[in-house]
């Protein structure tokens, strides 16, 4: 089959490519801007790749099928031929994931507000530790795994991130409709995407939609401490298990610590010890990822004998780029990269970096670019969230012009109630600005010892790597 995508280099559609490729297919696909990393991935995989959007050439390579990309909206030209002419078949990269990719084999999906691509990259390193060979698709840069998506072996799980986000400009559903979970993980949920959800009901309801679809015979994995979550049980079908630190639930996470190193807890499986964990990730929140993931893979292997599944691996456990990632360290200076943007990972990852480094100085600085933190929906909460750092940088708001004066997230109110409570705070225009002012405040002005945590969902116009250079050229001229 000759499989075209429409808008190929985009990470998710240029992996599924890939993966496609490498089960025989003819692949091929367009895109507006041709740029890596996707584009060299794809030439490595002898995929053809082809600039621009050109109606005339769809027509010429006569595929048997288009994938659409989410990106794709209307007056693009190779779409608007397959609407007018009807003669080559179309879906989105969801549809296409469940019917090439997931028919005939244990999905394993893992979905929730948070945490989704740490709890995946979890699931698969740690059923690749068990001696399988999984499927799977993360959306991320795994540094445990040899690439962030691949087709294992296919009388094994498929392990994929559960996005609740919608599927095609055709498809408003959200994406983990399609994906057929035998095994379901609703790590939490919030109001997110606020251009597409209505309020925490609406995606309350879309969650619901996503747990219709498990099958008798699947398993539900809830997190017990979230009340969010809890409102979606009971649940008839399937069985349910809840995750979490509370005594009631079916896996328990105890007698948790954190520092530096890491963290360390137990896991209680149904009243009785599995396993001690050590790993180098902090935070509750990742002790719940794990605690997901090491149930999902025992559920997907070992179901009647849980605790047979080992953990030990997860002490070797490196995590996935962009997620809690060190990108330098010195006894003075120690940067960190987050991919946090809702207010409650902010704050949950401020105040784990709080308890593992309490002698210092923690400095946020969080870049609003998705759809909701560009909004003042979560205005008040930011402010609580960002209170948990000793000083906090502001970089503008993304695309402004989209969002009128009503809606568009307010820097000076958030930067003046910061200061308010007794915080350091600034907001700038322009994230070169912003560069210049960390360059003279972080590296000279009290010589405190100091965590600087780079808080985007994007590229931060690159000064993330501009400021670690800065760093290395400064640290060691003093050395």
């Avoid at 280099?9 to 041709?34: P, Y």
């Avoid at 996707?38 to 002898?46: G, K, W």
């Avoid at 055709?170 to 606020?194: L, M, Q, W």
Wanted: charged share 25%; hydrophobic share 40%; aromatic share 8%.
């Amino acid at each position: 089959m000759h499989v075209y995508f429409l808008g190929i280099c985009g990470t998710a559609m240029g992996n599924i490519a890939v993966l496609l490729k490498q089960l025989g297919n003819r692949v091929s696909g367009s895109d507006r801007k041709v740029y890596p990393p996707m584009s060299d991935v794809l030439r490595r995989n002898n995929i053809e790749i082809l600039e621009g959007v050109d109606a005339d050439r769809l027509v010429s390579l006569d595929p048997d099928l288009v994938v659409v990309g989410n990106s794709t909206v209307r007056g693009n030209e190779e779409f608007e031929w397959l609407l007018a002419e009807k003669k080559i078949p179309f879906t989105s990269l969801p549809a296409l994931i469940h019917d090439q990719l997931l028919k005939n084999r244990l999905s394993i999906v893992v979905a929730g507000t948070h945490g989704k691509t740490t709890t995946a990259t979890l699931t698969t390193f740690l059923l690749r530790e068990n001696g399988v060979d999984p499927g799977y698709f993360i959306g991320g840069v795994p540094h445990d795994l040899p690439s962030g998506a691949s087709n294992g072996s296919p009388d094994a799980p498929f392990v994929i991130e559960g996005d609740e986000y919608d599927s095609a400009l055709f498809d408003k559903r959200s994406k983990f409709i399609h994906y057929a979970p035998n095994i379901a993980i609703v790590n939490n949920i919030e109001f997110d995407h606020a251009d597409i959800f209505r309020d925490l009901a609406d995606v309350q309801r879309s969650f619901n939609h996503f747990l219709r679809i498990v099958p008798d015979n699947g398993y539900i994995l809830l997190n017990g401490d979230d009340p969010a979550v809890a409102a979606l049980a009971p649940v008839s079908w399937g069985t349910t298990y809840r995750v979490g630190t509370g005594a009631g639930n079916d896996l328990q996470i105890a007698d948790f610590t954190e520092s530096s190193a890491g963290a360390e807890f137990s896991l209680i499986w149904q009243g009785k010890l599995w396993e001690k964990v050590r790993m180098p990730l902090g935070g509750i929140f990742n002790a719940r990822n794990a605690a997901m993931a090491a149930l999902a893979g025992a559920l997907a292997e070992v179901p009647e004998r849980v605790t047979d599944f080992k953990l030990s691996a997860l002490a070797d456990f490196r995590g996935v780029k962009r997620r809690q990632e060190r990108l330098f360290s010195s006894e003075e200076l120690l940067v960190i990269e987050d991919f946090g943007h809702h207010p409650t990972a902010l704050k949950q990852a401020l105040q784990s970096f709080r308890t593992a480094y309490p002698d210092r100085k923690l400095t946020a600085i969080f870049e609003p670019r998705s759809n909701t933190s560009r909004r003042n929906i979560h205005q008040k909460e930011l402010i609580e969230s960002l209170c948990e750092a000793d000083e906090i940088y502001l970089g503008p708001v993304s695309r402004p012009e989209m969002l009128s004066d009503r809606e568009r997230l307010d820097l000076e109110a958030v930067t003046d109630e910061l200061k308010k409570n007794g915080r350091f705070a600034a907001h700038f225009s322009t994230n070169r600005d912003l560069l210049e002012e960390l360059r003279t405040n972080t590296f000279d002005r009290d010589r405190a010892a100091r965590l600087v945590v780079f808080f985007s969902n994007g590229s931060f116009d690159g000064i993330i790597a501009d400021y670690v250079s800065a760093a290395e050229s400064r640290i060691s001229e003093r050395d």
